[in-house]
């Protein structure tokens, strides 16, 4: 049994709520409880719930654990050492606020198609399936960008005998497989001078790769440097070393611009 229906367990019960002003010593022979902490004088108030509970309060209390009605958990947090604070409803607002949650459980259990008390196997069905169909789709969209990185080679611009070749890949590819593009680009070049800058949208961020050949480096391009160009001004940062680089940018707004700018940021480093 959880605490919420331990409790409105004792609130059914009727029990009597009574309150007496005793010494602290007759309290403690009492087994009345002192909470939080706090610091209490000669003279004490013992609130007692039936045989439940005994603590010392000095708030205002019903006269039977009935008069509460019915209590709704919401929540439990730690608010120092060995203290824990517990929200809850209770009365009309736990009746409100358990009605809604009966009509959103209802809700869900028509779009499952399941019982109530099949939901739990179910979601966990469903989310185990869209786990796999994600692993399936990302084979599918890694092998049809690495189909594509193939011919990408064709649409690099001659910058002073450096190929620079700015990637738009696909929204919703992973960091991941942007870096896998920008890789697999880059040894399409086959040790001419190169260098590749990949970006793409995921969960509205933009990821951007940047990876340069030995040869490029050669001639003093660095990815690192490159990417960080490309990225400031979307207000974007960028880390790694000279032959690979990876960063990122908040303002998706701006990759288009940023992939426009990569030929003119190699054209002064070259």
């Given at each position: 049994m959880?605490?919420?229906d331990?409790v409105?367990e004792?609130?059914?019960a ?5 309150a007496q002003?005793?010494t ?6 009492i087994?009345a409880?002192?909470l939080?902490?706090?610091k209490?004088g000669?003279q004490?108030?013992?609130v ?16 039977r654990s009935?008069q509460v009605g ?9 608010i ?6 517990v929200?809850?409803l209770v ?11 009966h009509v ?11 019982r109530?008390?099949?939901?739990p196997?179910?979601?966990s069905?469903l989310?185990e399936?869209m ?16 189909a594509?990185?193939a ?11 450096v190929?620079v070749?700015p ?9 991941a ?10 040894g ?6 190169a ?8 969960d509205?961020?933009?990821s951007a790769?940047a ?10 391009i660095s ?12 207000a ?7 032959d690979?680089a990876q960063g990122?940018?908040g303002?998706?707004e701006g990759i288009d611009?940023?992939?426009a ?9 070259v």
């Amino acid at each position: 049994m959880d605490v919420q229906d331990r409790v409105n367990e004792v609130l059914a019960a009727d029990l009597a709520v009574t309150a007496q002003i005793m010494t602290q010593e007759e309290a403690k022979n009492i087994g009345a409880m002192a909470l939080f902490g706090e610091k209490y004088g000669d003279q004490v108030r013992v609130v007692s719930v039936g045989d439940w509970a005994r603590e010392l309060c000095g708030g205002t209390h019903a006269s039977r654990s009935s008069q509460v009605g019915v209590i709704s958990l919401l929540g439990e947090s730690s608010i120092g050492s060995g203290v824990r604070r517990v929200e809850a409803l209770v009365s009309t607002d736990a009746y409100s606020f358990l009605a809604r949650e009966h009509v959103l459980l209802q809700q869900v259990s028509r779009l499952v198609k399941a019982r109530p008390e099949e939901l739990p196997d179910r979601i966990s069905a469903l989310l185990e399936r869209m786990k796999d169909a994600e692993k399936d789709l990302g084979k599918v969209r890694a092998e049809r960008l690495k189909a594509d990185t193939a011919s990408l080679t064709s649409n690099a611009v001659d910058v002073g005998g450096v190929m620079v070749l700015p990637v738009r890949v696909p929204d919703g590819s992973s960091a991941a497989e942007i870096r896998q593009v920008a890789m697999d680009a880059r040894g399409s070049f086959q040790g001419a001078a190169a260098i590749v800058v990949a970006m793409g949208i995921n969960d509205d961020k933009v990821s951007a790769v940047a990876a340069a050949t030995q040869a490029a480096m050669d001639r003093g391009i660095s990815a690192a440097s490159v990417l960080q160009a490309v990225l400031e001004p979307m207000a974007g940062r960028g880390g790694g070393k000279a032959d690979v680089a990876q960063g990122g940018s908040g303002q998706i707004e701006g990759i288009d611009q940023a992939l426009a700018s990569v030929v003119d940021v190699v054209t002064r480093d070259v």
